[in-house]
């Protein structure tokens, strides 16, 4: 199975920074990976997909980068709302696989 | 409006069964695959695996097969996940979720979208 390595596992921000969460894959997955936000006792959100397709509905100050086996979500201007959990997903091939998980705390 | 809702929490003992259900509405249930995840408590997500409810094509994690089941009956836009014995390390909350698979120049895509709420299980003596 293709293991999805999440860095880093915890972050500490404030209102308005901007931050990075990395998910590496342990092989290559073309561009077969989305990000999933998930907030205290609620199920997760997609929030991009195909690596940099932002879903609709979610905001332009998340955004997605990379290919291959090294990739990046980016949050601007971090807001309130923002503060939860993070995963990376691949969907390459199966067994799909969930990175570790990024908490991101102010 | 695409939704899945799933059936409520569960408490139960080990060694026994147990069935949970996750029903679409909003959209053709049988054009997408459901793929269901574990959360441990105070863990992260783990994918155990997805199933066609068009002709239940099911694809396991292989840490999850022969652990659970996964099925669905696409007359009622339902897909379940279900153990036939539980241990207390089943204990986690459990999430179904649509996967939509769109069609580009290089092959195809996906992403997960919506989520159930979740169920929560507990196993217990």
């Known amino acids: 199975a293709i293991q999805m390595t999440q860095s880093p596992s915890s972050l500490s921000a404030s209102v308005g920074d901007r931050v990075t969460i990395s998910c590496r894959a342990s092989?290559?997955?073309?561009?077969?990976l989305g990000w999933y936000q998930q907030k205290p006792g609620k199920a997760p959100k997609l929030l991009i997909y195909a690596v940099s397709s932002l879903q609709s509905g979610v905001p332009s100050r998340f955004s997605g980068s990379g290919s291959g086996t090294d990739f990046t979500l980016t949050i601007n201007s971090l807001q309130p709302e923002d503060f939860a959990t993070y995963y990376c997903?691949?969907?390459?091939?199966?067994?799909?696989?969930f990175g570790q998980g990024t908490k991101l705390e102010i | 409006e695409v939704q899945l809702v799933q059936s409520g929490a569960e408490v139960k003992k080990p060694g026994e069964s147990l069935k949970i259900s996750c029903k679409g509405s909003g959209y053709s249930f049988g054009s997408y695959w459901i793929g269901w995840a574990r959360q441990m408590p105070g863990k992260g997500l783990e994918w155990m695996g997805i199933i066609s409810p068009d002709d239940s094509d099911t694809r396991y994690n292989p840490s999850f097969r022969g652990q659970v089941t996964i099925s669905a009956d696409k007359s009622i836009n339902t897909a379940y996940l279900q153990w036939s014995s539980l241990r207390a390390s089943d204990t986690a909350i459990y999430y179904c979720?649509?996967?939509?698979?769109?069609?580009?120049?290089?092959?195809?895509?996906?992403?997960?979208?919506?989520w159930g709420q979740g169920t929560l299980v507990t196993v217990s003596s």
């Open positions: 997903l691949q969907d390459y091939n199966f067994p799909y696989t």
């Open positions: 092989e290559g997955i073309r561009n077969d």
């Open positions: 979720a649509r996967r939509v698979t769109y069609y580009v120049s290089t092959g195809s895509k996906n992403y997960f979208d919506p």
